[in-house]
């Protein structure tokens, strides 16, 4: 039997149970991630590169539908696409797979040159479908909790074993290390501050807790003597402080670019070439402390308010900003932000690495294996909560249309109201505000 006879054709089951066929472009594609860890050591070239099973195979298919009613039949494929849950998708190659919809859906009609013909892009991400995954949100919340909680505490000890205070020299080369990277952990925190409400009362409280812990950590570092003997003091106060603007109410992905400009910042603090085994070693004690402490503070930030603002909605001026699952637009945009946090993560990793190599001191890697657990609770959850947001949708206009009036068939009456977030999202100019023309490509979520 030839292998044309074996293609069949592809279809989709959404949640509701509602199934979908349709015809496909022909050239069809399967995309495999390799999950790997790479460690690397001291006095060894190269790395040790362990293999840790599969990732989610995605498969990218343009859906075709011709005909008279092909306008129909392709909107009610991408209503299916939309509906929140776990599908089934029958690949003409593969066969079922249990798959979510992810990234953009892409639409586009022709109903001259390709004779009445519409096509969605769209790529389906194969899932695990267990009853035990994912966990429930109380279980989720608990397990979060534990692993910033065990970071925190890894940390620290971490820290204490590692720096050196034999010497005067020493001791006050790390306070200036840490007096440099508690001033520019403030400064981001400062900026990031800026972006928020003031006149919330969580923010208030936010605000003089921050203070607090500032006031505490500029006395524990301000003489040589208390720093000595305040080793792990310190370091669980920066972590604390660098967590407690990850609490505050606003966008994930603002969040994560504040504590991105932190993390540079403090990558900028490194002396180059610090002077002496001691040096380097408390330079890299207190380094990978901040940029570990950012680390965890992002995911936990992002991970506990997708959380905590589950299913609320609130008033912002005139416009009416989700903030359901962390205030993610959309589940494009939720799964943007769990590789954001990972590629954090990958920057912290990366210093580690490069430090590490040069043979100065050894790391137990207690507070790595720590964090690692923080980020993967993290990114588990902000994953999960993207099952419920809703998808992004691109479609071109097939004639000039009014803006107000194109948002009012787009979502109803709740239109009006996100009329700035529309503008922003399609970087509108000061024409297409007033007019969007003909096969303008414009983006929504539904």
């Known amino acids: 039997m030839a292998w044309q006879d074996e293609i069949g054709g592809a279809s989709y089951t959404a949640p509701s149970g509602k199934k979908i066929e349709f015809n496909y472009d022909s050239r069809l594609s399967r995309k495999t991630p390799l999950k790997t860890a790479e460690n690397t050591f001291p006095d060894v070239d190269g790395a040790e590169i362990q293999p840790l099973g599969l990732g989610g195979k995605k498969f990218p298919m343009t859906a075709i539908f011709s005909g008279g009613d092909c306008l129909t039949l392709a909107s009610e494929f991408e209503d299916a696409l939309c509906e929140r849950g776990v599908g089934v998708l029958e690949h003409p190659i593969y066969g079922k797979i249990n798959v979510v919809p992810t990234g953009d859906i892409e639409r586009s009609d022709d109903l001259v040159s390709s004779l009445n013909e519409s096509r969605v892009k769209v790529t389906f991400a194969e899932t695990i479908v267990d009853e035990s995954f994912p966990d429930g949100e109380v279980a989720a919340v608990d397990e979060l909790e534990a692993a910033a909680e065990a970071y925190e505490d890894t940390a620290a000890e971490s820290f204490a074993d590692m720096i050196e205070t034999a010497s005067i020299d020493d001791q006050l080369d790390l306070q200036a290390t840490l007096k440099a990277q508690i001033d520019a952990i403030n400064q981001g925190i400062a900026d990031i501050m800026e972006d928020v ?223 700035d977030e529309f503008i922003m999202d399609n970087k509108l100019n000061a024409d297409e505000i007033v007019e969007l023309p003909m096969g303008r490509e414009i983006r929504y979520y539904a």
């Open 197 to 419: 409400n003031a006149f919330r009362e969580e923010t208030r409280k936010i605000s003089r807790e921050i203070q607090t812990v500032k006031n505490t950590l500029n006395k524990m570092i301000g003489t040589v003597d208390v720093m000595v003997g305040s080793a792990m003091e310190i370091a669980t106060a920066m972590i604390q402080l660098i967590r407690l603007p990850g609490e505050l109410v606003m966008g994930a992905m603002a969040k994560i670019e504040g504590y991105a400009t932190i993390a540079s910042s403090i990558l900028n603090t490194i002396k180059r070439d610090p002077v002496g085994a001691a040096a380097i070693k408390n330079q890299y004690a207190a380094t990978s402390v901040a940029l570990g402490g950012i680390v965890s503070a992002v995911s936990y930030g992002v991970a506990k308010s997708a959380l905590d603002a589950s299913g609320k909605t609130e008033k912002n001026g005139s416009t009416m900003a989700s903030v359901s699952s962390g205030g993610f637009a959309s589940r494009s945009h939720a799964l943007l932000a769990a590789d954001s946090i990972v590629e954090m993560f990958e920057t912290y990793k990366n210093y580690m690495d490069s430090q590490t190599a040069k043979d100065a001191f050894v790391d137990s890697g207690e507070g790595y294996a720590a964090l690692l657990e923080n980020v993967t609770a993290a990114v588990k959850i902000i994953q999960t909560a993207s099952f419920s947001l809703p998808t992004t949708r691109i479609c071109k206009l097939g004639r000039d249309r009014q803006v107000i009036e194109l948002l009012c068939e787009l979502y109803g009456a709740d239109g009006f109201s996100r009329l």
